[in-house]
Antibody, heavy 119, light 107 residues
Framework: EVQLVESGGGLVQPGGSLRLSCAAS????????MHWVRQAPGKGLVWVSR????????SYADSVKGRFTISRDNAKNTLYLQMNSLRAEDTAVYYCARDRGFTMIVNYWGQGTLVTVSS | DIQMTQSPSSLSASVGDRVTITCQASQDISNYLNWYQQKPGKAPKLLIY???NLETGVPSRFSGSGSGTDFTFTISSLQPEDIATYYC?????????FGPGTKVDIK
């Protein structure tokens, strides 16, 4: 069974940093692209970032480019999102999600971790 | 960025009703269109990929059609467990973009 378990969310002040982790199990992690998608409270889904299977290629939404860094450790079956220079508008539930392969179709999602940026 | 619009933004229907949601892309996205269901407090779930393909394990009352810029999502017979928000999503171009969602509830 595919499982994605996010951690690392919490309350952080504007301008601060946070690193999210996503522990993957139930599939060959190193074979799949992975994504981060966020959802502000009461709002819709927003794609944040994508990383290819070996970590050599990444993509970002313009709203986070230069501030967030996606990475992965295939030996540890773990996906990361380093978030720097956080803003109030980054407040959201952050979902780790697995691609179908290398298709940009997301077919498995974690339960999400809440990041709140506030003073 | 490709903008996705959905209509209606919300709807109420009776159990057994046929429900239709439309999604429009701001430019031609071929069939690179997925539909997701999100129940309150839960993660989204993929229902339809590539505009019309039913994801494994998804009930056959869900279906999708369309190509280019105009797409349709249908629930052939609404069930109580279908109460959720439904999102379309394009992946023809980065960034991946989602529609604003359609909230479906029972009348």
């Amino acid at each position: 069974e595919v499982q994605l378990v996010e951690s690392g969310g919490g309350l952080v002040q504007p301008g601060g940093s946070l690193r999210l982790s996503c522990a993957a199990s139930g599939f060959t992690f190193s074979s799949y692209w992975m994504h981060w998608v966020r959802q502000a409270p009461g709002k819709g889904l927003v794609w944040v970032s994508r990383i290819n299977s070996d970590g050599s290629s990444t993509s970002y939404a313009d709203s986070v480019k230069g501030r967030f860094t996606i990475s992965r450790d295939n030996a540890k079956n773990t996906l990361y999102l380093q978030m720097n220079s956080l803003r109030a508008e980054d407040t959201a539930v952050y979902y780790c999600a697995r691609d179908r392969g290398f298709t940009m179709i997301v077919n498995y999602w974690g339960q999400g971790t809440l990041v709140t940026v506030s003073s | 960025d490709i903008q996705m619009t959905q209509s209606p933004s919300s709807l109420s229907a009776s159990v057994g009703d046929r429900v239709t949601i439309t999604c429009q892309a701001s430019q031609d996205i071929s069939n690179y269109l997925n539909w997701y269901q999100q129940k309150p407090g839960k993660a989204p779930k993929l229902l339809i990929y590539d505009a019309s393909n039913l994801e494994t394990g998804v009930p056959s009352r869900f279906s999708g059609s369309g190509s280019g810029t105009d797409f349709t999502f249908t629930i052939s017979s609404l069930q109580p467990e279908d109460i959720a928000t439904y999102y379309c999503q394009q992946y023809d171009n980065l960034p991946i973009t989602f529609g604003p969602g359609t909230k479906v509830d029972i009348k």
